[in-house]
């Protein structure tokens, strides 16, 4: 930790304060290029799917199998740092809009080692969430008769190329693709709601079971197997919001984000309300948790006990687009961050090239590539793949909150020196938010080394990826310094 807060440090004494001055505002190269294409309705969608996606489809399965109904709470309270976390990222995005976001911050406040950690936290994150969406993508598609046959590596492979085509198009493809992504998704959602609570109301069966209450308090009740399962589960609850930053990095390919991003973070809040908590407590009342598995959506497993016919195969298809959806934004995001980096210097330079519809398709194939390493993961074990990436997506996660909570405290404390203006708009009850969040976050890590298993390789991995981080610094220290000359001059 110690050698990613000194380059903030010394960035706060050697830049002088009229250099961030609000007058005089940081200028990221990589900012250059993009067109501004990303309407009101896209941003608002972007920040629905960004909530939505494969940890909540796929993932509360086989989470709710292992910790029962407390599982609503796990999402619940991640849920509220989810929110700290992306009114903070608001916060600067309202303070200098970017395409490159958190990685641009990060240069700005703690220099190019931020920068540089950041970014690649980043990329590990949305590489490993790749390979995670891909194995969802192939394991919905076994629950169709037609596709039960063919090996899993063949649908991951299929779903990564059908994305990466649509990805490469332009900014505004994007945009309409996550916007009826989104509509699906909350459509789908909305009718599970209402036709749950018509069935808990009715006390209608389903698959043998009388949904309500007893469901639950029959059952073992909140915490049938004890608090410690729960607590356990958090790591994976995370990866469930990881794409709530997305917004942030789609505001620098909007006009007028001032009034767009503050609408679209704040209805984050109750949309993870209304459809995290909501539906895993429906779930919780209409079949006892046992009945879950991490082999197939909850959502599919209640429309298949339930009995109506093809109502199964319409949401395993709503899950599918849920995939499909977050693998859309996991190579549009780390485009832009990827292109962000490389003009400072940090990335590969094909990283930072662009087709003529503004679209970094360098950084995006680059993304693309470790999802064929996992064609290749679901070849050799696909029973263990979605679960041994996600734990590896949750560290890169981890990493890229506290990332923006590091930023978001250092721009506090030069708004205190007088040095920035904080926006209207801002991060509540600062610093405590931030401090208390990386706290959280510090103990999330924690819990992962306490799960054993998978989780506490994963953790036992930290080492390695940091001194990995190193050993590529060394590696780019000359381009970095050599580009913030150019730069200077």
């Not at 953790?459 to 001194?467: G, H």
């Amino acid at each position: 930790m110690s050698d990613r807060t000194s380059p903030a440090a010394d960035t706060l004494s050697a830049t002088p304060p009229a250099s961030v001055a609000s007058d005089t505002p940081h200028v990221d190269a990589g900012d250059a290029g993009y067109r501004k294409d990303l309407k009101s309705r896209h941003i608002n969608m972007i920040a629905i799917g960004g909530a939505i996606g494969t940890g909540l489809f796929l993932g509360a399965g086989g989470r709710m199998a292992n910790a029962g109904p407390s599982l609503f709470i796990a999402y619940a309270v991640c849920g509220v740092f989810a929110f700290f976390v992306v009114r903070a990222l608001g916060e600067l995005v309202l303070y200098r809009p970017s395409s490159g976001a958190f990685v641009s911050y990060a240069r700005e406040f703690m220099g190019e080692k931020g920068a540089y950690t950041a970014g690649w936290l980043y990329f590990l994150n949305w590489s490993t969430t790749a390979i995670a969406d891909i194995t969802a993508a192939a394991t919905y598609a076994h629950f169709w008769a037609m596709f039960s046959d063919v090996p899993q590596w063949i649908l991951a492979l299929i779903a990564l190329a059908v994305v990466l085509a649509a990805n490469l198009i332009s900014v505004k493809y994007f945009g309409e693709m996550e916007f009826w992504f989104a509509i699906i998704k909350v459509g789908a959602l909305v009718a599970f709601m209402l036709i749950g609570i018509f069935l808990v109301v009715t006390e209608h069966e389903i698959g043998g079971h009388t949904p309500g209450l007893a469901t639950i308090t029959d059952n073992g009740g909140i915490f049938p197997s004890g608090v410690m399962p729960m607590l356990l589960l958090v790591q994976g609850v995370v990866f469930a919001y990881a794409s709530v930053e997305l917004c942030g990095v789609a505001a620098g390919e909007t006009e007028n984000p001032e009034k767009i991003m503050p609408k679209a973070i704040n209805s984050i809040m109750w949309r993870v309300g209304l459809f995290y908590v909501g539906s895993v407590v429906l779930l919780a009342l209409l079949l006892p948790y046992t009945a879950y598995s991490g082999d197939q959506s909850p959502f599919v497993t209640v429309f298949d006990k339930l009995g109506i016919p093809g109502g199964a195969g319409v949401m395993n298809l709503v899950v599918l687009t849920a995939a499909l959806s977050s693998l859309n934004s996991g190579l549009y995001s780390t485009g832009r961050i990827l292109r962000s980096m490389s003009l400072a210097g940090s990335a590969p330079k094909f990283t930072g090239v662009m087709n003529k519809g503004g679209v970094p398709y360098g950084g995006i194939l680059l993304t693309a590539g470790f999802g064929v390493l996992g064609v290749v993961l679901n070849f050799l074990m696909p029973g263990e793949a979605f679960e041994l990436v996600l734990n590896f997506a949750s560290i890169g996660i981890l990493g890229t909150w506290a990332m923006i909570m590091v930023c978001s405290l250092l721009f506090y404390r030069r708004s205190k020196e007088g040095r920035v203006t904080r926006p209207s708009y801002n991060l509540p009850w600062a610093p405590y938010t931030q401090i208390v969040t990386l706290g959280f976050l510090a103990s999330v890590v924690v819990l992962m080394w306490m799960d054993g298993g998978i989780g506490r390789t994963t953790v036992a991995c930290l080492p390695l990826i940091a001194v990995m981080l190193v050993a590529g610094w060394f590696l780019v220290r000359k381009r970095v310094r050599a580009t913030e000359a150019s730069h200077k001059d």
